[in-house]
């Protein structure tokens, strides 16, 4: 069961967590201000409220996790995130990552291949509070390209290869954030898009994500 009540202990135990990511190296506070105001044990079963406020991932079922809170500061910041862009994001999962983006005010557009996964987060009362953030059923390798193009693309599951129909959906001068390998461990790469032909490349730390798999289930 979740449970929708943000009390002051919560609060506390989530401020000190900004804190610590703070610590780490997240400078850009409005995303650290995103993570504050996005109550992360509304993600998880209320047994585990305690573990929601560790910068750890969790697992969610379906072999899937909410990722660590320092990855979604992470991933946040490198997107530089401005009022009001539209976003794709591939991997829903928990939602919390899609939350993060929308207290940024963007647009969000997010995808998952998991059926229960996307199905469970069609009750979840907590996401009624952003009316801009839409979830679809489907493969993110394929992106979705009726809403097409967007002004950034993150990818939270570890991507293979660059996905071509991502880039594709991209607009010139947007970015796309993604964890990029096969192995265990991915490197965060940043491409940002300069015209249909060219992209420029930025590497960054090494993450381990659970894998991006074709097709849905
Ligand atoms: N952003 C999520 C992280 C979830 S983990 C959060 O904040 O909780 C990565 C998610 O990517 C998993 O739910 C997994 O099912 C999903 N995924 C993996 N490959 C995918 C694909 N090709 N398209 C869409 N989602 C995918």
Redesign the pocket.
Known sequence: MRTSEDTYLHKGLRSKLIDSIREKGITDEAVLNALLSVPRHF?LDSAFEKQAYEDRAFP?G?D????QPYT?AYQSQLLEVKPFEKIL??????????CVLAELKAKVY?????KK?FDANKSFSFLKKYPTLRMFY????EGLPTYAPFDKILI??AAPHIPEALLEQLKPGGCMVLPLDEGEYQRMHKLTKIDHQSYVQEKFDEFS????????R
């Open positions: 993600f969610i379906e899937q996790t909410i990722s979604v994001e591939v991997g829903t999962g928990s939602a919390y990552q899609a997010t995808i998952e291949r998991q996964l489907g493969d993110g390798f939270t599951a994500f659970v894998p991006m798999l074709v097709g849905k």
